[in-house]
């Protein structure tokens, strides 16, 4: 039976470093989402790409994209990443696990598992998807206050005395921030891995994005200068997010001591 993946065949010898990436096309229908799939090897020349580091979302809440001229099924969730992709003009080559993996062969599935850490971190950038913006805007506060509190991390009169930083949080914001930070997706086990080796970071919920890097101003600010009342009411450190960001600092750090010595 022909499908999408007839059109863009993967070798199964474990030897081989293939894997396929998607490349996402305008449309000139804004609710049709068209991409294509081609295959590659890690041996020979490939484009550079953008790993996804997301959650599938439920099963039975599909949507339909063109894939090599193919109808093909994607959770909601991720259609609707595709579509603020579409949006934002983020055209070009993604690697997707759901859609760039055979799911109904299991033999491609184990092979391509194995691949993971190499497919991650050779990725230009990952990119973490946490979902639509909520209804209440609740997760664009959010967002907004992180992408704030990192530029006033860069300041320089702010950033020689990060003991001092004014404050810009109240607990509203503080609450949205922990939202974020609690939301699904940090609770993947997956996202590990796909996090300690990416060469990049960029976060993405709904249509608002920031750096991996507006993250570490915010566990300083966090724990350096968040009033107690609100640490003792909101524990934004305990967060999913706060554990896994400051994980990879030690691994970073750990990294480059070992190369200083």
């Known amino acids: 039976m022909k499908s999408p993946y007839t059109t863009a065949p993967l070798s199964h010898d474990t030897s081989t470093a ?6 996402l096309h305008p449309s000139t229908q804004s609710s049709l989402i068209k991409c294509s799939l081609r295959s590659y090897s890690f041996d020979k020349s490939y484009p550079a790409y953008k790993a996804l580091s997301y959650t599938w979302g439920s099963v039975y809440d599909t949507r339909q994209l063109r894939l090599n001229g193919y109808n093909f099924p994607v959770s909601r969730n991720l259609w609707i990443f595709l579509e603020q992709m579409c949006l934002q003009k983020q055209f070009g ?6 859609i760039c993996i055979d799911q109904n062969n299991t033999l491609e599935k184990n092979h391509q598992v194995q691949m993971m850490r190499r497919i991650y971190s050779t990725a230009e950038k990952v990119t973490i998807w946490l979902g639509e913006a909520s209804r209440d805007q609740t997760s664009d506060m959010a967002m907004d ?4 509190t990192h530029a006033m ?4 009169t702010v950033g020689m005395h990060r003991y001092k930083w004014p404050l810009v949080w109240d607990e509203i914001t503080t609450c949205a921030v922990y939202q974020l930070l609690s939301r699904d997706y940090w609770t993947r086990i997956w996202i590990v891995q796909e996090t300690m080796v990416a060469k990049d970071i960029s976060v993405y919920c709904g249509s608002k994005s920031f750096e ?4 570490r101003s915010v566990t300083d600010y966090v724990t350096f200068s968040l009033p107690k009342y609100l640490e003792d009411k909101i524990n934004v450190g305990g967060t999913p997010a706060f554990i896994l960001m400051a994980t990879r600092n030690l691994t970073h750090l750990s990294k480059e001591q070992k190369s200083l010595s």
């Open 18 to 23: 293939q894997f396929r990436l998607l490349e």
């Open 93 to 98: 080559f993604y690697w997707i696990d759901a």
């Open 145 to 148: 206050i992180v992408t704030s």
């Open 153 to 156: 991390a860069l300041n320089t």
């Open 212 to 215: 991996w890097q507006a993250l």
